[in-house]
Structure formats: structure tokens, C-alpha cells
């Protein structure tokens, strides 16, 4: 699904990632795990195609093709999906508006049919109904307002109606309760599919005892420096990021 | 550009002198003698330069305007279709009325056009067009070479509901002066709109709103960008009466609208909200004067900006505060979004507070459209120039929460999406 190999990427000429190699087979969930300031929102932002970000060496492949040339719109139709750290707050835009441009968006350029209004609106109850999203949130402003669990469940919503192959998760974990925790990571566990893949990245274990990882890496210094299964999640959650690394280094 | 197309004072009054003999009511002394005077006067002040404060942001008309005539009188005209469902609508081509042939009827609704009131009510005419000694360049063009006007009255207590003016014009001169008075608790909704390629439309407004009365008025700017458009507007705000005006500018090479409005009384209100958006080498200026002259009056002006291309707003903005004006609330704001590097705005707003125990604020802000929005919207495969129009729809979106008819914000926000998807693209 995709493949990252020796990627070196730049931002306000600082390097930030420094040699970064990973492989992500459809189907599958990885994680990633780092400490702060180790290039992790760096590599969703590039993956997603924010500006800013310059590559200067390595090479990025969602199936099969370079996607390092194209604008983020075309990211998103290809399959790509980036559930914010930090959703922004779009006030006077409707969110109802927002997610069937969206969705009418991405359909048409993948050669689909555009959702018609009423098949949209149910399709939106029901998902918002399992997210534990009141409608209400359907009909304010994107984000305006809510709180970090709304903002965050608003994201598995944008998700679920966009329907990408490779969704990453960056710190969707951040600033959830207990519930609404175990609701997000229903949201993304009910959406594994032989044909999509999720990468998450995340601080701490907790969430990766609800959506089980196959594969954890852990990134320091913009680099992969380990990957295993999911008993290096209970292993950094005991010994911490410094002996790990040290241990790498 | 040659001597010869540049267009002065002088090229206004030999154009009054050349049709003074056609001009309705010529026959009238009275009327000769206003419309000599106007045409001295406006020897005397010339056109407005740079040099003029109140001219200061908005370049020379002399080079723009070319050899002035008036505006070709329409030939057989169909009326223009219909703005809004239910309300009544004239329109004006050529300078003058064209449609429909008889002015809508309407009880308790006095609506009369210049010819008209000449012959039928010349007392009321002349009080209507009495000279205004200080009257600016373009007052005194618009009464020496006035064509057209509509005087409009509305009796106590009737809600009169949806008037339009539609005026297109493509080339010329046309002037046109419109009267507005509404008595004790009566209600009018007036929409103007103005299109055609080219050509200077110099329109002359006063308006006089009644105690407890409402009047709202909105104005539709849709002409091409040859056209330049001029207006000055007056109005008059009695005890507990509301002014509720709305600017929608998406055209016109050069459009300069004046705007002054005297709370006079207690009670007496006014919001004056505006867009523009504008393209291309667009120049519009807004220059608006909100005068509190009386306790528990309320003012606020909301007037954002989506500038494209070499497009150049100009907002000034002044509200004073008289003394003995008690809690008065004035707020007045200018937004802009830039989206190119050559656009700019010319933001001054100014408060003249002469009365302690007020409330007043007023403040600018440009910038350009938030990128991490914008990135927002594209990481969910929204194309750029689709994420460019729902923000800046977003951003105007403020401008039309002082309207309440459904139909008007409908009319208004169709209008919106089809202009920023313009801009946007």
C-alpha cells in the first residue's frame, strides 16, 4: 500500500527526517511511536501534501505510484486520509456542507457517482448515530466549537464518509476520555478491510490496546531506529523511550 | 491619453449647455434657473482630485471618463425580468424609466417620477431639488443634467412591502435622483441594482425614515468593468426608526458611493453592512458617515472585502458621537482578505466623539485566506478553487446576519456563490 524508502525531508531548512524507511501491506495496522519532536506529525503532514515540506531525498509510494508531485486534493481522491492531531475550525461553513463536498469530491474523481442529498443525509445519521455524535454537530460550523472528543470523532466521521485505502491517525488518542476513546477506536476497528490499511500514530499504549496494531515502529530522530510486534508497545510503556533508544543507538 | 478625452468640469457644463433645451422641464423657470446655478457651481468646485481628502484614495475621473454624453435613450424596451417574486420593480435604461409603461400602484404608496411631478406637483418638485449650496461636484452634474428621479412616499403605518430599481445602462451619462420618505411606523424594502458594460451612472439618494418606521435598502453593484458608478445617499433617521442598508459590489471599473446617515432622534438606529468583491483592476470605494445626534441611538457597520487581482478597495469610515448623545452604541468594521499580492485596501476608520457615557469601537484587519483551512479542506479532496469559495463565503457569511427577509438573503447569497466562484477559480 505504501512505501517509504530513505526519505529525508526538510522543513524551513532543517532537516526533519533523516533516512526514513517503511512499509505499510494493505490490510494491515501499524503504529508509530516516538517521542516528541522525532518527525512524526512531520511524516503525516508530508504524506498528506501540506506545503512547506521539502523532500530531499527518498522516495514515497502509495500503490505503486509517486505521490510526492501531487496537490493534496488528488491525494485524498487517490485514497489518502490524514485524521488531524489538531482539526481546524472552519466557522460559517456548515459541516454538512463540508463532508458532501468532500465526499462529492473524492467520488467523482474516483469515477463514482456523486452522493444525491437524501442518500447523503441518511448516510450521515447513521454513521454519526454509531459515532455517538449528536445531529446537531451536523448542522454547525466545522469544528467550531467543539470539544477535543468532537473534534476528534468529527474526523472518524469524515473518514468513514470518505472511504480511503490508507488512513493515518496522528494523536487521535490526544485529549480523548476514557469513552470516547473506546468510540473512535471502534469507529476505526469496524472499517478494517483487507484493502485498507491504517498507520497510527500515538504517545502511549492505551489506544493500541483497543485498535491491536500487526507491527509497531518507533521513530526517533527522523529515522525508524525499531520495529516488532505489539509486545514493544508494553515494553516502551516500561522501560520508556530513553533506554530503547539508547539501546538503538 | 489625449487632451481631448479628458473630461472636466467644463465637458459637464457644455454638455448642460449643448441639451439644456430637452432636459425635462425646461420649460419651467424656476428649474432653468437651479440647473444654471448647478452648472456654475460646479465650474466653480471642478471635478474632485486626490487633492480632496474625501477623494484622497480614489484616482482622477478625468482620465477615465472619456467625452461625456448623455446616455442613449432606450428604444423599445421589455421589461427586465423580475428580481425578486412579489415585489414591484421599474425598471430604467437610457437615463430614464422604461418599464413598466404605468408606475406600480399601491394604496397608500405615492410613487411619482420627475416628468411627472413637474406638471402635476411642481411645489413638491422644487422642494425636492431645491440646491444644495454645498452640495458636491456630482450633486450639481446630477441636478444640472437630471433626466430621471422617482420620489417615493409611504403612508403611516403601511408595510409597503418590496420595491426594485433596476437600472442598466451601457454607455453615457445617466443620471438619476431618487427621494425616499416613509411616515410614522411604515416599512419599505428597497433593492437597486445597477448593470451595463459601460458609461457613468451618478445617482443622488435621500431618504427620510419616520419615527418607528423601517426601511431596508439594498444595493446590487453588477456592472462591467468599464462602468463607473457614483453615488451619494443622505439619510435621515427619526425617533426609534431603522436604517438597514446593504452593499453588494461585484463590478464596476470605478464605483465611489457616499453614504451619510443622521441618527437624529431617540431610539433612532442604522447597520450598514457590505461585500465587496472585486476583480480584475477593480476600484471600489465605500466612504460612509454615521452621525449620532441624539440619546439611545445604535450604529454598526460591518464591510468586508475579498480582493482579487490589481482590485483596490477604499473604506472610509466615520462615526461621530454629538454631544448630549447619551448611550449611544456605535461599532463600525472593515475585514479584508487579499488573495493576490496586488490587491489593497485603504482602511480609515475614524471616531469623533464629542459626548462622555458612549459606547463605541471600530477596526480593520487584512490578511490573507488561512492556509491551514485551506489545507484542511484539500486534505479532504476538496479542489482548491472550491476550498477558496467556501472559506470566503464563510468569511461574508457575517455580512448578511442583519437581514432578515428570507427572500433578500436568498436573492443575496445566490448572487455571493456566483461571484466567488469568479473569484475564487
Not at chain 2, 435604461?93 to 404608496?109: F, I, N, S, Y
Not at chain 2, 443634467?145 to 412616499?153: D, N, S
Not at chain 2, 457575517?398 to 466562484?421: F, H, P, Q, V, Y
Amino acid at each position: 500500500m505504501l512505501e517509504i524508502e530513505n526519505l529525508h525531508v526538510t522543513v524551513d531548512g532543517k532537516e526533519i527526517l533523516k533516512g526514513l524507511s517503511l512499509s505499510l501491506p494493505a490490510g494491515e495496522v501499524h503504529a508509530i511511536m516516538g517521542p516528541n519532536g522525532s518527525g512524526k506529525s512531520t511524516l503525516s503532514y508530508l504524506l498528506s501534501g501540506r506545503p512547506g515540506y521539502e523532500i530531499t531525498g527518498g522516495s514515497v509510494r502509495f500503490k505503486g505510484e509517486d505521490i510526492t508531485e501531487m496537490e493534496p486534493e488528488e491525494r485524498a481522491a487517490a485514497g489518502l486520509f490524514l485524521a488531524f492531531q489538531y482539526p481546524v475550525e472552519i466557522p460559517g461553513v456548515a459541516n454538512t456542507t463540508f463532508l458532501k463536498e468532500a465526499a462529492n469530491a473524492v467520488r467523482t474523481a474516483r469515477g463514482q457517482e456523486p452522493y444525491d442529498a437524501l442518500k447523503f443525509v441518511k448516510l450521515l445519521r447513521a454513521k454519526t448515530k454509531e459515532l455517538g455524535m449528536s445531529d446537531d454537530m451536523l448542522k454547525r460550523a466545522v469544528n467550531s466549537g467543539f470539544s477535543g472528543g468532537e473534534k476528534k470523532r468529527n474526523e472518524m466521521l469524515q473518514m468513514a464518509v470518505l472511504e480511503p485505502s490508507l488512513a493515518i491517525l496522528d494523536e487521535t488518542d490526544s485529549g480523548l476520555d476514557i469513552d470516547a476513546l473506546k468510540t473512535v477506536s471502534d469507529a476505526v476497528n469496524a472499517m478494517r478491510a483487507p484493502d485498507r490499511t491504517f498507520l497510527v500514530i500515538t504517545h502511549y499504549q492505551r489506544l493500541l490496546n483497543h485498535i491491536v496494531p500487526d507491527r509497531i515502529h518507533v521513530l526517533a530522530g527522523g529515522r525508524i531506529v525499531r520495529s516488532g510486534g505489539r509486545e514493544l508497545a508494553e515494553e516502551l510503556e516500561a522501560k520508556g523511550y530513553g533506554e530503547i533508544l539508547g539501546a538503538a543507538a | 491619453m489625449s487632451v481631448e478625452t479628458m473630461t472636466t468640469a467644463k465637458s459637464f457644463a457644455d454638455l448642460y449647455m449643448a441639451e439644456k433645451a430637452g432636459l425635462p422641464g425646461a420649460e419651467l423657470p424656476w428649474l432653468a434657473v437651479l440647473r444654471d446655478r448647478a452648472s456654475q457651481r460646479l465650474l466653480d468646485v471642478g471635478l474632485p482630485t486626490s487633492r480632496l481628502e474625501q477623494w484622497r484614495y480614489t484616482p482622477a475621473l478625468a482620465n477615465r471618463l472619456g467625452a461625456v454624453s448623455l446616455a442613449e435613450p432606450a428604444g423599445e424596451t421589455l421589461p427586465g425580468t423580475a428580481l425578486l417574486k412579489d415585489a414591484k420593480q421599474i425598471s430604467v435604461k437610457g437615463g430614464r424609466v422604461v418599464a413598466p409603461q404605468d408606475l406600480p400602484q399601491q394604496e397608500g404608496v405615492s410613487l411619482r417620477r420627475l416628468a411627472d411631478l413637474l406638471a402635476e406637483d411642481p411645489e413638491r418638485a422644487r422642494a425636492w431639488l431645491a440646491d444644495a449650496p454645498d452640495g458636491s461636484a456630482f450633486d450639481a452634474i446630477n441636478l444640472a443634467l437630471l433626466e430621471e428621479g422617482l420620489l417615493v412616499e409611504v403612508a403611516a403605518n403601511l408595510q409597503a412591502g418590496t420595491y426594485v430599481i433596476d437600472h442598466s445602462d451601457d454607455s453615457g451619462l445617466a443620471n438619476l435622483r431618487l427621494e425616499i420618505s416613509l411616515q410614522e411606523g411604515a416599512s419599505l424594502t428597497l433593492v437597486e441594482r445597477l448593470s451595463g458594460a459601460a458609461g457613468l451612472k451618478n445617482h443622488i439618494a435621500r431618504m427620510r425614515i419616520g419615527p418607528g418606521a423601517r426601511l431596508t435598502h439594498v444595493v446590487l453593484l453588477e456592472e462591467g468593468a468599464d462602468a463607473t458608478q457614483l453615488s451619494e445617499l443622505s439619510v435621515a433617521v427619526e425617533r426609534d426608526a431603522r436604517y438597514q442598508g446593504y452593499l453588494f459590489f461585484a463590478g464596476s471599473g470605478l464605483s465611489r458611493r457616499a453614504v451619510d446617515i443622521d441618527l437624529l432622534d431617540q431610539g433612532a438606529e442604522a447597520q450598514l453592512d457590505g461585500a465587496y468583491m472585486l476583480d480584475g483592476r477593480a476600484h471600489g470605494d465605500l466612504t460612509s458617515h454615521i452621525r449620532h445626534a441624539a440619546p439611545d441611538t445604535n450604529s454598526k457597520e460591518t464591510v468586508k472585502g475579498a480582493l482579487n487581482a490589481r482590485a483596490r478597495q477604499v473604506f472610509r469610515g466615520k462615526i461621530t458621537v454629538e454631544e448630549g448623545a447619551s448611550r449611544a452604541d456605535g461599532r463600525m468594521a472593515n475585514k479584508t482578505l487579499l488573495l493576490s499580492d496586488q490587491a489593497e485596501i485603504d482602511s480609515k476608520p475614524e471616531l469623533m466623539i464629542f459626548h462622555d457615557e458612549v459606547q463605541c469601537a471600530h477596526g480593520a484587519t487584512a490578511g490573507k485566506l488561512d492556509q491551514q483551512a485551506l489545507f484542511y479542506l484539500r486534505s479532504r479532496g476538496i479542489p482548491l478553487p472550491l476550498a477558496r469559495k467556501l472559506l470566503l463565503r464563510s468569511f461574508l457569511q457575517e455580512t448578511l446576519e442583519g437581514l432578515k427577509d428570507e427572500a433578500l438573503i436568498g436573492l443575496i447569497s445566490e448572487r455571493l456563490d456566483r461571484r466567488l466562484e469568479e473569484i475564487a477559480a
